[in-house]
């Protein structure tokens, strides 16, 4: 069954704390995986395309990466105003179909 | 930068009653779709469109309909609101297959 795992669903950091966040996936023929930010009571805000396995992208504190099986996003020393949740997405064979994890939902205390 | 806007941000409307919720993307993509998102539920797709008159169903279909008379606009209707569909709606557009910007949102109660 094509779907999308994120994990943790809630992680709590200090300010300058750094870690990792999941997003592991088992949709067949990956065309590309999508990381997004979303704020509350808004709509989810695009970040980051990965295409490849071994593929990087960097934005500011944030930094994604791509295996063939998982994503992680990375977050360096964190500031309170990147509290949010973050969405990870799969786009599979089906170039129109989009599965979504349910998100990790991010608070960073200053 | 890609611009996603949806016609309210808030609605309040009554049981039986036909809504609308309008989406107009202004970076000529051919893709458009509408999501509901719900707590413990993430985003479900209710429909899809390619083109301009084209559409598809997602995985929600059921209560609802869509309109796509010009390129830039995408219009989900709710036939006869019902309390089930309370919910957060979300307009994306999307170049070809390429990543999707999402709208603003609209919080739609319905009582």
């Known amino acids: 069954e094509d779907q999308v795992t994120q994990s943790p669903e809630a992680l709590r950091l200090q300010e300058g704390e750094s870690s990792s966040l999941n997003c592991s996936y088992t949709?067949?023929?990956?065309?590309?995986l999508f990381w997004y930010r979303q704020d509350p009571g808004k709509g989810p805000e695009f970040l980051f395309t990965?295409?490849?396995a071994g593929e990087e992208k960097e934005k500011e504190r944030l930094k994604a990466t791509l295996t063939k099986k998982e994503s992680f996003l990375h977050i360096t020393a964190p500031k309170p105003e990147d509290s949010a949740t973050y969405l990870c997405?799969?786009?599979?064979?089906?170039?129109?179909?989009?599965?979504f994890g349910s998100g990790t939902k991010l608070n960073v205390k200053p | 930068d890609v611009k996603v806007t949806q016609s309210s941000r808030y609605l309040v409307k009554r049981t039986g009653e036909k809504v609308f919720l309008e989406c107009v993307q202004d970076?000529?993509?051919?893709?458009m779709f509408w999501y509901r998102q719900d707590p413990g539920l993430g985003l479900r797709l209710i429909y899809f469109?390619?083109?301009?008159?084209?559409?598809e169903k997602g995985d929600i279909p059921e209560g609802y309909s869509v309109s796509r008379e010009k390129k830039e606009r995408f219009s989900l209707i709710l036939e006869s609101a019902s309390t089930n569909q309370t919910s957060m709606y979300l307009c994306?557009?999307?170049?070809?297959?390429?990543?999707?910007?999402f709208g603003p949102g609209t919080r739609l109660t319905v009582t």
């Open positions: 994306a557009s999307s170049l070809r297959q390429r990543e999707q910007y």
């Open positions: 949709v067949s023929g990956l065309r590309g």
């Open positions: 990965l295409y490849s």
């Open positions: 997405a799969v786009q599979g064979y089906n170039f129109n179909k989009f599965y």
């Open positions: 970076m000529d993509h051919e893709n």
């Open positions: 469109s390619y083109d301009v008159k084209m559409k």
